[in-house]
């Protein structure tokens, strides 16, 4: 038995029975028969189903809404808003997966040859809490428009939010099993990917995660694509715009509650605006009020779960020991739930859990540089590469150092790290590899077949 716990309360939400071994292998054969049928469907048909899926997303935005924040405690805004982006990607895909997947001629000494995109089959998904319905869409859409069904397994935590996703396809009108949602234990996950019927899987989660679905997968030579954890760097150079910069820093990094894997994390300033940035930091995050995520006045509310809240606060208090100062924060609140306050770590230096693991809170790590170089440098100095920033008045210099010098898979000057439908995203080292989004996520899932006829 699986449940839902309130984050804000520790309250038991609901209950739910694992499928069985021999439902989920059914579930299974009917996907692959359904796959069959879906592959033939022109885009144009696909393409309406997901204008439908849109338009119940738009219908039911308050419903999910307040699903996603009572399962994992989101502030009710962002549950919103993360609703809206999902409309977005369901439309990006419905306008633009034909171009995508229109085959390529390219001239040789053949007659004619050329490239195509096929379908591969069903796709499995594994999916983290900590954005229930957008890590869901930004893979079903290009995966099922490309022609793939798609099977989610996601986090246990938000198991309501999981099957509201299937019905979102259901009252669009999807055909039965092109997508459909499973409980099950992670524990199971392995011996789900060992099926023969499943074709590639899609993981967004944390690096052990990623290491043990890439090494379950590997071993029966199925494609993966891999999105982990991160520890965004964000540079802070000299002739940036200061009140601009930190409020850009300090709402990145309090975004979800701090729990996004391109959330800013490290903060790089060079030792001529360290001291001001530091003090205009702490002030804007004492301004960011903690409490109920269904008050709309409130900019965080608990953590998932009192486990990944006491983990945060164990890593806060190790920097600390090992030399980082506390200027805000750190401390578990005397209130039911589990929230951590807006917490400012300074003096944060490699080899401390702030600067070399990922903290995944409301918790700001905050690292002197020498100047350029040095902020490079330490920006660069980490396992991760999921996202970066550099903040500067100079644009072009920003752009050089985005373009050339930062090693991420996303980089952004003088804004703050995003995922966008049009652009692809993903990361590099143990933030993972493949992409989503954009014309590249759409081909991921695909077999880039080559014709060539003579």
Same mark, same amino acid.
């Given at each position: 038995m699986i449940q839902t716990v309130n984050p804000s309360n520790n309250e038991v939400i609901k209950s739910y029975q694992e499928i069985s071994d021999n439902k989920l292998q059914n579930t299974l054969e009917k996907m692959?028969?359904?796959?069959?049928?879906w592959k033939e469907k022109p885009f144009v048909f696909r393409s309406s189903l997901f204008r439908k899926a849109a338009e119940v997303l738009r219908k039911k935005r308050e419903e999910y809404s307040q699903l996603m924040t009572l399962e994992m405690g989101k502030p009710i805004i962002q549950s919103r808003a993360e609703i809206d982006k999902c409309v977005w =990607?369901?439309?990006?895909?419905?306008?633009?997966?034909e171009k995508f997947l229109t085959d390529e001629i390219i001239k040789t000494d053949s007659t004619k040859s050329f490239v195509t995109y096929q379908p591969l089959g069903v796709i499995l998904a594994v999916m983290p809490w900590n954005f229930p319905f957008w890590q869901v869409f930004r893979f079903a859409a290009p995966t099922l428009m490309a022609g793939n069904v798609g099977i989610l397994k996601h986090a246990s935590n938000v198991s309501g939010c999981s099957l509201a996703i299937e019905e979102v396809f259901t009252e669009a009108g999807f055909p039965e099993f092109v997508f459909k949602s499973v409980i099950l234990n992670s524990s199971r996950v392995k011996d789900l990917i060992s099926n023969p019927l499943i074709r590639a899987v899609s993981l967004t989660g944390s690096v052990p995660a990623g290491k043990s679905v890439a090494s379950a997968a590997g071993s029966q030579i199925k494609k993966t694509v891999l999105e982990l954890g991160g520890s965004d760097p964000y540079v802070v150079l000299e002739d940036a715009d200061l009140s601009e910069t930190v409020q850009n820093c300090v709402n990145s990094r309090l975004i979800n509650g701090g729990q996004s894997c391109i959330a800013a994390k490290r903060f790089i300033v060079v030792k001529e605006l360290y001291d001001k940035f530091t003090e205009m930091y702490v002030d804007f995050m004492k301004q960011k009020k903690m409490g109920d995520p269904f008050d709309e006045t409130n900019d965080l509310g608990p953590q998932a779960s009192v486990k990944l809240r006491d983990e945060l606060h164990e890593q806060v208090l190790r920097s600390i020991n090992a030399g980082a100062k506390l200027l805000l924060g750190g401390f578990i609140p005397n209130m039911k739930g589990a929230?951590?306050?807006?917490?400012v770590l300074s003096d944060v230096k490699p080899g401390m859990p702030a600067f070399d693991e990922e903290l995944f809170g409301p918790v700001a790590a905050i690292t002197k540089a020498e100047n350029e170089d040095d902020a490079i440098r330490l920006a660069n100095q980490t396992v991760f590469g999921l996202g970066a920033a550099v903040f500067t008045k100079d644009i072009k210099r920003g752009e050089k150092i985005a373009k050339e010098k930062l090693n991420a #898979?996303?980089?952004?000057?003088?804004?703050?790290v995003r995922s966008d439908p049009r652009l692809p995203f993903g990361g590099i080292k143990e933030s993972g590899? #493949?992409?989503?989004?954009? =014309?590249? #996520?759409?081909?991921?899932?695909v077999n880039i077949k080559t014709v060539s006829v003579k």
């Amino acid at each position: 038995m699986i449940q839902t716990v309130n984050p804000s309360n520790n309250e038991v939400i609901k209950s739910y029975q694992e499928i069985s071994d021999n439902k989920l292998q059914n579930t299974l054969e009917k996907m692959q028969f359904a796959f069959e049928e879906w592959k033939e469907k022109p885009f144009v048909f696909r393409s309406s189903l997901f204008r439908k899926a849109a338009e119940v997303l738009r219908k039911k935005r308050e419903e999910y809404s307040q699903l996603m924040t009572l399962e994992m405690g989101k502030p009710i805004i962002q549950s919103r808003a993360e609703i809206d982006k999902c409309v977005w =990607v369901c439309d990006y895909y419905a306008d633009n997966a034909e171009k995508f997947l229109t085959d390529e001629i390219i001239k040789t000494d053949s007659t004619k040859s050329f490239v195509t995109y096929q379908p591969l089959g069903v796709i499995l998904a594994v999916m983290p809490w900590n954005f229930p319905f957008w890590q869901v869409f930004r893979f079903a859409a290009p995966t099922l428009m490309a022609g793939n069904v798609g099977i989610l397994k996601h986090a246990s935590n938000v198991s309501g939010c999981s099957l509201a996703i299937e019905e979102v396809f259901t009252e669009a009108g999807f055909p039965e099993f092109v997508f459909k949602s499973v409980i099950l234990n992670s524990s199971r996950v392995k011996d789900l990917i060992s099926n023969p019927l499943i074709r590639a899987v899609s993981l967004t989660g944390s690096v052990p995660a990623g290491k043990s679905v890439a090494s379950a997968a590997g071993s029966q030579i199925k494609k993966t694509v891999l999105e982990l954890g991160g520890s965004d760097p964000y540079v802070v150079l000299e002739d940036a715009d200061l009140s601009e910069t930190v409020q850009n820093c300090v709402n990145s990094r309090l975004i979800n509650g701090g729990q996004s894997c391109i959330a800013a994390k490290r903060f790089i300033v060079v030792k001529e605006l360290y001291d001001k940035f530091t003090e205009m930091y702490v002030d804007f995050m004492k301004q960011k009020k903690m409490g109920d995520p269904f008050d709309e006045t409130n900019d965080l509310g608990p953590q998932a779960s009192v486990k990944l809240r006491d983990e945060l606060h164990e890593q806060v208090l190790r920097s600390i020991n090992a030399g980082a100062k506390l200027l805000l924060g750190g401390f578990i609140p005397n209130m039911k739930g589990a929230f951590y306050p807006p917490t400012v770590l300074s003096d944060v230096k490699p080899g401390m859990p702030a600067f070399d693991e990922e903290l995944f809170g409301p918790v700001a790590a905050i690292t002197k540089a020498e100047n350029e170089d040095d902020a490079i440098r330490l920006a660069n100095q980490t396992v991760f590469g999921l996202g970066a920033a550099v903040f500067t008045k100079d644009i072009k210099r920003g752009e050089k150092i985005a373009k050339e010098k930062l090693n991420a #898979g996303s980089c952004f000057v003088n804004q703050f790290v995003r995922s966008d439908p049009r652009l692809p995203f993903g990361g590099i080292k143990e933030s993972g590899y #493949g992409r989503e989004l954009s =014309v590249f #996520g759409i081909r991921e899932f695909v077999n880039i077949k080559t014709v060539s006829v003579k």
